[in-house]
T-cell receptor, first 113, second 114 residues
Framework: QQQVKQSPQSLIVQKGGISIINCAYE??????FPWYQQFPGKGPALLIA?????SEKKEGRFTISFNKSAKQFSLHIMDSQPGDSATYFC????????????FGKGTKLSVKP | EPEVTQTPSHQVTQMGQEVILRCVPI?????FYWYRQILGQKVEFLVS????????KSEIFDDQFSVERPDGSNFTLKIRSTKLEDSAMYFC????????????FGEGSRLTVL
């Protein structure tokens, strides 16, 4: 119930391509879905986030698509660049549990030049 | 840009020893957290702290763990008697509490228990 399932575990994309990472959840109490980006040796950094009242949010090359009925959400990285190579974590939280983020297992993205 | 700072960056300790990991959250933040990440695995919530008390803790955060805000700037995680399985990267995070889930993480303290 508290899990967030993330796929794929790893992803290799050519420069300029689209990277897509998918997540699914069970707990319908979740109302906040952030994506975190982590570079080696660094802490996770908030990339983009969405609430279930919208189906899509775009910030630059990064887009979250949200399907409330399917309890799924995904991150799309357009025009992927080598500098995007990092591990991406989806997460979920609900208002009654401040800061208790349930993370997915992460996707290691490699963007080849 | 304000950031969360953590010390030490790496600590090696013997099993059974006490360890204290230190964090300086972002100055105007009110909520503080510890997470851990075992090598190659997902980031896991340990504890949240607000108004000088624990507001939530996970099942990982057992009696061996404690947190403290000894002064107006530091936030510490103490592991009383370390076990091999405590080896992990420990991340401190803070938030202003205005947006659920918007946490700012430090770079982590790597703990190696031998």
């Amino acid at each position: 119930q508290q899990q967030v399932k993330q796929s794929p575990q790893s992803l290799i994309v050519q420069k300029g391509g689209i990277s897509i990472i998918n997540c699914a959840y069970e707990n319908t109490a979740f109302d906040y879905f952030p994506w975190y980006q982590q570079f080696p040796g660094k802490g996770p950094a908030l990339l983009i986030a969405i609430r279930p009242d919208v189906s899509e949010k775009k910030e630059g090359r990064f887009t979250i698509s949200f399907n409330k009925s399917a309890k799924q959400f995904s991150l799309h990285i357009m025009d992927s660049q080598p500098g995007d190579s990092a591990t991406y974590f989806c997460a979920a939280a609900h208002g009654g549990s401040q800061g208790n983020l349930i993370f997915g297992k992460g996707t290691k993205l490699s963007v080849k030049p | 840009e304000p950031e969360v700072t953590q010390t030490p960056s790496h600590q090696v300790t013997q099993m059974g020893q006490e360890v204290i990991l230190r964090c300086v959250p972002i100055s105007n933040h009110l909520y503080f957290y510890w997470y851990r990440q075992i090598l190659g695995q997902k980031v896991e919530f340990l504890v949240s702290f607000y108004n000088n008390e624990i507001s939530e803790k996970s099942e990982i955060f057992d009696d061996q763990f404690s947190v403290e805000r000894p002064d107006g700037s530091n936030f510490t995680l103490k592991i009383r008697s370390t076990k091999l399985e405590d080896s992990a990267m420990y991340f401190c995070a803070s938030s202003d509490g205005l947006i659920t889930g918007e946490l700012f993480f430090g770079e982590g303290s790597r703990l190696t228990v031998l």
